[in-house]
């Protein structure tokens, strides 16, 4: 089974959420933390495992022979994303625009262009027991977070038995990143605050995950603050509040320190173990 | 000697337009012969994507020797500019493009 | 002009909170620009009359004509984004996957496949509550977050300061380190980073101050919520100096962040004290470093 942890505002709690379940999950069985958050992956901070495999990941972008070439500009008609241009005889692919099609390579007549790796990122698998956690971080200067994002879902897919849970940690936003994240998942939790700018994109992560058609819950952290307007929603919406983890301080300096909190803060653990519960009625 | 200059309009009381990608139009002037040619850069400049490279490949047909622009080109332009051997000159962000050759001429610009 | 940025690598520091608070500050000096168009959040602070709104079109998809195809499978075989399936017996495209490459399209033997583009959200010029303007924009779900919206906010609002003599134009950014942070970071004369003593706020403050070396802008940084942690506050304050990045103010953790945003106001609408002095004089640090900076332009 499949499982996303997302949210509309940056900042409400996922990697806290998803770190500490998986942790709290792997005391038990067997589990799969995957953070897909690759601009700015964070998950990692609350784990000292050891690193099983690391592995620098490529997208595959158009090389130029010049010796095949005649020219005739097929290769930058072909091109939607402005990603190859003609200066004089030269032809220069631009790798950061590429988006890895292929029409370029496949459709030179002279078989002038061939695809050659660029790197994006790096994806590290750590393990400790139950627990697989496994990252990538993108290149800074890599424009494009996607490429990254689904090559980390297919080592995944491969790296890790298919009846082992998997929690996957997505980017927050309802662009195309999250969908890349959540596209195929079986469940996506929700992770919000109960404020104004909370329920806002709340609302927008609740019609991202409606338009995939994956089935959604709701967690509202640091219930406590703001309003209720987020609960009123959630009830006229008909989704369901799985868990409503409490506005403590302690919560916020264990964070702090990249500490794992489940195990020192009870009133934390009680609303872990009900999104615990909510996810083994649905594996059932 | 060429001298392209990024701009919003056309003539010599053009505005400075500060970017290059999506600058409106790029006009490039013939020292020798004292004549100033227009290149339209609008359909570059609405582009999703690739506006530098796009933008680049476009006045690379009037093969200018020098460009006059406020921020520089992007990392993607820039790479493609480099190759021409262009020479790029920054910090001519307002102002007409009379005033921005001006400024030229007296060394109060940066090379890029 | 003068153009400010502000951004946070991480979510959650209180980047737009602050951003609304500083555009209240100033008053009529600047043009508001909320280039987080993933997830803007500014227009519930700020009130926007939404006085003129305009489409935004970015991407193309696929489209079949389904009087044409002949169903040869031919666009199915070059796609390399799974984004075709057969559905009873009809090639059908997913618009969730389509890239847009066109790849498709220009293969296609009876010319049967469109590639239309997309409108994929709004944006808006509108007068806010500060008595100024703000230029804002929504993405819709799902679409591509490729810059070239943020790039259109911004540049609506350059325009804008242009025609009406602002001093200023304030932008608050995208979380991240991808294509719309670094679209809202080019043309940028100063950059405030809001960050917080957290071992993610510090892990990612140093990834998007990294992207920021690469643009050679004037950078500044705001540790909101200092008091959670004081070793990693020092941690950080340490990392500013070491980098260069002028520390602005230090804020505790204030529950009126929350409680203001609750009653639909900025910070410094809604307190008078500690907090609001502290944001007031960040602001005019700002102002003070950017009449400093004083290059030839």
């Not at chain 2, 530098?52 to 047909?61: E, S």
């Not at chain 3, 559905?87 to 469109?114: M, R, T, W």
């Not at chain 3, 919520?225 to 990045?245: L, M, Q, S, V």
């Amino acid at each position: 089974m499949k499982i996303a942890i997302s949210s509309g505002k940056g900042g409400t709690g996922k990697t806290t959420v998803a770190s500490n379940l998986a942790s709290y999950l792997a005391d038990s069985m067997p589990v799969a933390l995957i953070d897909l958050d690759v601009e700015e992956p964070n998950s990692g901070i609350f784990f000292k495992h050891e690193l099983v495999h690391t592995e620098v990941k490529y997208k595959n972008v158009p090389d130029w022979l010049q010796d095949k070439c005649v020219p005739c500009d097929i290769c930058k008609d072909v091109c939607n994303f402005n990603a190859i241009i003609r200066l004089g005889d030269q032809i220069i692919p631009f790798p950061q625009l590429c988006h890895s099609c292929y029409a370029c390579v496949e459709l030179c007549p002279e078989k002038a262009l061939v695809m050659r790796q660029e790197r994006i990122g790096v994806l590290n698998h750590y393990n400790e027991n139950n627990l697989d956690f496994i990252e990538s971080i993108l290149d800074i200067g890599t424009e494009q977070p996607v490429p990254l994002i689904s090559q980390t879902i297919k080592y995944t897919d491969n790296a890790i038995n298919n009846d082992i849970l998997k929690i996957y940690d997505t980017p927050p936003g309802t662009s195309c990143p999250v969908i890349e994240a959540t596209k195929n998942v079986d469940l996506v939790l929700l992770v919000t605050e109960p404020t104004p700018f909370g329920l806002h994109d709340l609302k927008l992560s609740i019609e991202a995950m409606k338009e995939l058609g994956r089935p959604i819950a709701v967690i509202i952290n640091r219930y406590g603050i703001g309003n209720d307007e987020t609960e009123k929603h959630c009830k006229d919406e008909n989704i369901e509040i799985i868990a409503k983890i409490p506005n403590l301080r302690k919560i916020a300096e264990l964070y702090s320190n990249g500490t794992i909190i489940y195990n020192k803060v009870d009133q934390f653990r009680i609303e872990l173990d009900k999104v615990v519960n909510y996810i083994r009625e649905h594996l059932k | 000697m060429k001298i392209a200059f990024s701009t919003k309009g056309e003539g010599w009381d053009a505005e400075m337009d500060p970017r290059f990608g999506r600058a409106a139009y790029f006009l490039i002037y013939d020292e020798d012969k004292d004549t100033l040619e227009t290149a339209d850069n609008g359909k570059v400049a609405d582009m999703a994507h690739g506006a530098g490279p796009q933008a680049a490949q476009l006045l690379f047909q009037y093969k200018p020797d020098v460009l006059i622009t406020g921020n520089g080109p992007g990392g993607n332009a820039d790479r493609v500019l480099r190759q021409t051997g262009i020479k790029i000159y920054i910090g001519a962000m307002s102002g007409t493009v009379k005033q921005a050759y001006d400024k030229y001429k007296n060394n109060e610009l940066k090379v890029f | 002009m003068k153009e400010i940025v502000i951004i946070s690598g991480k979510g959650g520091t209180g980047k737009t909170s602050l951003t609304s608070s500083f555009t209240m500050l100033s008053g009529n000096d600047l043009i508001a620009a909320d280039c987080d168009v993933d997830a803007p959040d500014m227009h519930l602070l700020l009130k926007p009359d939404l006085a003129k709104s305009y489409e935004f079109y970015s991407g193309e998809l696929a489209v079949i004509d389904y009087d044409k195809c002949t169903s040869c499978g031919i666009c199915m075989e070059v796609c390399r984004f799974d984004a075709f399936s057969i559905i009873d017996d009809l090639y059908k495209i997913s618009k969730i996957n389509c890239e847009g490459c066109a790849y498709c399209s220009y293969v296609c033997p009876e010319k049967a496949i469109e590639m239309v583009t997309q409108n994929v959200g709004k944006w808006y010029i509108s007068n806010i509550k500060s008595g100024s303007q703000m230029v804002h924009a929504h993405l819709n779900v799902g679409a591509e977050n490729s810059g070239k919206l943020v790039a259109k906010v911004k540049n609506e609002a350059r325009r804008i300061a242009k025609e009406t003599d602002k001093k200023y134009i304030l932008v608050d950014g995208s979380p991240g380190i991808g294509c719309p942070v670094i679209s809202s970071l080019t043309g940028a004369d100063f950059v405030v980073i809001v960050t917080e003593p957290t071992a993610s706020g510090i892990h990612d403050l140093k990834r998007v101050n990294d992207l920021v070396k690469r643009f050679n802008i004037k950078c500044s940084g705001i540790i909101n919520k200092c008091d959670i942690n004081p070793a990693a506050c020092r941690e950080i304050e340490d990392y500013f100096t070491a980098e260069g990045i002028h520390h602005l103010v230090s804020l505790s953790y204030d529950e009126n962040f929350t409680k203001a945003m609750t009653e639909g106001k900025t910070i410094v609408e809604y307190d008078n004290g500690e907090l609001y002095n502290k944001i007031n004089n960040a602001w005019e640090n700002i102002t003070d470093l950017l009449q400093t900076k004083g290059e030839s332009q």
